[in-house]
């Protein structure tokens, strides 16, 4: 819904990915200057401008961290710090804007990942994914591409629909996905 906006920063190299949250990685002050000093309104809108949906579909699990949500596949009431978009085993999941793809792994509770940094201490992350993505870490990736498909690799979320679980940070932070799309 967003046109695309003029200070959307450059897309730079991924930082290499922290065990552990750590200070700012060289480079990303830089392109964190392009949203900086902006009311937090207008910087979102900044981001926004270059990013769609990854898949289409009913969220079927909403953003909270403010609010509990009973959880089917635990049995218990916790936040939920990313969407789930309701899909159907297999369907295509796009990258929901440009970006250089910086991790793909196996999450223990989440199943198959992939979190591509978009620059400006922006990434997306995509779990619950089938077996083997399309696409592997440092490859350059484009608004909409396709880099995997809706699996069920999420032990954590094994007694849910079938959905893509999508989650957004911001300098380390996680964000409602939801602000952004």
Not at 65 to 90: C, F
Not at 102 to 116: A, H, K, N, P
């Amino acid at each position: 819904p967003y046109a695309r906006h003029s200070r959307v920063p450059a897309l730079a190299p991924p930082p290499q990915a922290p065990a552990a949250p750590a200070e700012a990685p060289a480079g990303e002050s830089e392109q964190s200057a392009e949203t900086a000093g902006l009311p937090p309104e207008e910087a979102a809108e900044v981001i926004a401008a270059a990013f769609d949906w990854p898949i289409k579909g009913d969220i079927c699990s909403a953003y909270s961290v403010d609010k509990l949500q009973y959880d089917r596949t635990m049995q218990d009431w916790r936040t939920h710090n990313a969407i789930d978009i309701e899909a159907e085993l297999g369907e295509k999941v796009r990258a929901a804007g440009d970006g250089i793809v910086e991790r793909v792994y196996t999450d223990q509770m989440y199943g198959v990942t992939v979190v591509l940094y978009h620059g400006a201490g922006l990434r997306s992350i995509y779990c619950n994914l089938a077996g083997t993505p399309t696409v592997q870490a440092g490859d350059t990736v484009s608004l909409g591409q396709v880099i995997g498909a809706v699996g069920d690799t999420a032990d954590a979320e094994n007694g849910d629909v079938n959905h893509l679980h999508f989650a957004m940070t911001l300098d380390e932070v996680r964000v409602d996905p939801l602000s952004i799309l």
